[in-house]
Nanobody, 126 residues
């Protein structure tokens, strides 16, 4: 079992930045690929970014490429999502998730994640 708690969400103006953190406890954090997903009101959950177990591989959804950066610190059992140049369409609840399904790759498919955090709200005003 892995427990995860997201933090760092809030209200920011368009063009601003936020850094989300996801602190994990329980089983060995480095044994999981990690991902960030988001869900806006009335929309389905969508993939945002993913990082491999070692942090050597990352993947981003097209609309956030160049603006968002995912990283992890296995010594601190934490994964981060640095979000720059935020847009109103980035407004959503952001979730971190952990996947045991791959050894060296990233995972885009939410169905392949085993554990999820409770989410943190990000609101970008225009």
């Amino acid at each position: 079992q892995v427990q995860m708690v997201e933090s760092g969400g809030g209200l920011v103006q368009a063009g601003g930045s936020l850094r989300l953190s996801c602190a994990a406890s329980g089983r060995t954090f480095s044994g999981y690929a990690m991902g960030w997903f988001r869900q806006a009101p009335g929309k389905e959950r969508e993939f945002v970014a993913a990082i491999s177990r070692s942090g050597g591989s990352t993947d981003y959804e097209a609309s956030v490429t160049g603006r968002f950066s995912i990283s992890r610190d296995n010594a601190k059992n934490t994964v981060y999502l640095q979000m720059n140049s935020l847009k109103p369409e980035d407004t959503a609840v952001y979730y971190c998730a952990a996947s045991s399904r791959t050894v060296s790759r990233t995972v885009r498919d939410g169905r392949l994640y085993d554990y999820w955090g409770q989410g943190t709200q990000v609101t970008v005003s225009s």
